[in-house]
């Protein structure tokens, strides 16, 4: 036990050493891995509803339906991880199931992007920046090791302010001073917007408000009874919505919806 603690002290110096120099990544994964195993690493900055810049990846992205690219077009407006920071999440460590919508696990978002990783549990440290925008690192484990406890949680935990203070140090410039320079689409969940502006785009006929706010909240893995329950209104009426607009789109089902809006979202911008 004193010498994992020695370590880990060890890693910390040198997290602090490597403040402002390109070894500060590395740093950071030999703090975070001492604490607790783990098999990949992303970090991300998010700023209301702009395209999140990817701060580093260690290791690279596994191999599924996205690339990083299509991320940062408009499949981030799907992430449980992002629309829990536009939720307001507080500073610190959360584990994925716990900030996921109540049917994500059984999404076509989940399905066809997030299972093809082969990740099997995520912890996310959400880290506010003091001017603009917040820096999340998810930490992942994949299939062959057991998922995070609450003992691995309690251990991140320990070493977050640590974590929290040198990232807000190491990358206050230039990479979080960039989002708050990028132009804003001047609504904070974009999300409905653009569902409506793909249906447009796609010579179909255009969805209602309601439509749209519904659509966008099955895209991201929530049920009907919770959609109602967040909307305020029956599920009975969730559905209905639903029906109306599975026939305006010439579709039958929830894959078909994902299918349909995912390179609707992701296309890149000309």
Known sequence: MAED????VDHAAALIRAIHTPIFPEALK????????????VIYAYDGEKP?????????????????????RGAYL?????????????????RLKDLAPDHFFRSEYFRS????TGIISELLLYIPMPTSGTVVISIAREQGRSQFG?????????????????IIRHWRNPEITEIAARPSAGRFDALPGRVQDAVIDSGRLPLTNREVEVI?????????????SMLNISTGTVKVHRKNVYAKLEI???????????????????
């Open 5 to 8: 603690i020695r370590k880990l």
């Open 30 to 41: 030999n703090v975070l891995i001492g604490t607790l195993p783990f098999d990949s690493s």
């Open 52 to 72: 999140p810049i990817d701060l580093f990846h260690f290791p690279d992205d596994k191999p599924s339906l996205l690339s990083l690219e299509d991320y940062q």
């Open 78 to 94: 799907l992430d449980p991880v992002f629309h829990a920071y536009q939720r307001g999440t507080s500073t610190g460590v959360h």
């Open 113 to 116: 992007y997030y299972e093809k």
């Open 150 to 166: 609450k003992k691995d949680v309690d251990h991140l935990k320990c070493i977050e302010p640590i974590v929290r203070e040198a």
């Open 216 to 228: 966008s909240l099955i895209l991201r893995g929530y049920s009907s009874a919770s959609i109602a």
């Open 252 to 270: 039958s089902s929830q894959g078909e919806l994902f299918s349909l809006f995912l390179p609707l979202l992701t296309r890149a911008v000309v």
